[in-house]
């Protein structure tokens, strides 16, 4: 698995949680090994950027997802319908850490703990799950819970 993390912030991350998080997340999904990534980390002025001119909306975000090929998690139950999933360029994830630290802040929690979230998060969206409608929410945000969950208890924490 191809996973590049490029961080043009001027923030302090530690990219390497970033992209070890991004390994834990596509492997729980089952998202074939070949399977490329980017994670780019961007101050808020090109935050505002991004989401004014894809999301027509005004100033930064604290996530952005732009997906390439349309990829879908492998099959969950195991088995030979595993292999039918086929490798490809996953797209890119635009994390802010400037706003995620405003917003780890407000949750009472670590900008590390926030830009996991967040990179999960966007992960998500890449492989096609929303949270527009309730039932949608239900599923994307309880699967990113169990995968946030699962991963910190691998590291440890």
């Not at 990829?71 to 400037?98: F, I, N, S």
């Not at 966007?122 to 929303?130: M, N, P, R, T």
């Not at 945000?141 to 969950?149: D, K, N, P, R």
Request: with cysteine; aromatic share 4%; glycine share 10%.
């Amino acid at each position: 698995m191809s996973i590049e993390v490029l961080n043009e912030s001027g923030a302090e991350v530690d990219e390497k949680a970033i992209a070890d998080l991004s390994r834990h997340v596509l492997d729980g999904m089952r998202v074939h090994p070949l399977a490329e990534l980017s994670i780019l980390l961007v101050d808020e002025a090109a935050m505002t950027e991004l989401h004014e001119k894809w999301m027509d909306e005004p100033g930064p975000t604290d996530v952005l997802s732009f997906p390439m090929d349309e990829l879908r998690p492998g099959h969950m139950t195991g088995g030979d319908e595993d292999e039918e999933a086929d490798p490809g360029l996953l797209g890119d994830v635009v994390l802010c850490p400037a706003v995620a630290e405003k917003q780890a802040r407000k949750a009472g929690h670590s900008t590390g703990d926030e830009l996991e979230l967040l990179c999960a998060h966007g992960i998500l969206h890449l492989l096609g799950y929303d949270h527009a409608e309730p039932e949608e929410h239900r599923e994307m945000f309880g699967l990113q819970a169990g995968l946030l969950t699962s991963w910190r208890e691998k590291r440890g924490g």
